[in-house]
């Protein structure tokens, strides 16, 4: 099932989606793409890993406008998906007849058997 269908569009399959969680050793993602995920979790989850050798990381891969647009994104995806367990929508919920929407909560993937 693909989570986004425009990122569908683009390429993402679930099996790269899949190897999310292990990008930086993954041979699925670019050294671009490992770079913006690093970012990501950077403003995600752990400010203290942008440093100054990401900085330069980031600098090689993309301009100050993608940067800044890149951030931008993350940040109100972010805060969408915490806006959206507030009001406790779950997977299914919206968007239901489609592959687009949230992604299964791991309670969701176990009960699968996903």
Known sequence: MQ?????GRQGLTEEKYD????FAESEKFTERE???L???SAIA???DIADDALWEKLN???TIQELVELGFFI???LGQQRWIKTLGID??????DTTAGLARSHGEDRQSGA
């Open 3 to 7: 989570r986004s269908v425009q990122a």
């Open 19 to 22: 190897e999310l969680l292990n």
């Open 34 to 36: 490992k770079v913006a």
């Open 38 to 40: 690093t970012y990501t």
């Open 45 to 47: 989850w752990n400010s």
């Open 60 to 62: 090689r891969h993309f």
């Open 75 to 77: 940040g109100l995806t």
């Open 91 to 96: 997977h299914g919920a919206v968007l239901a």
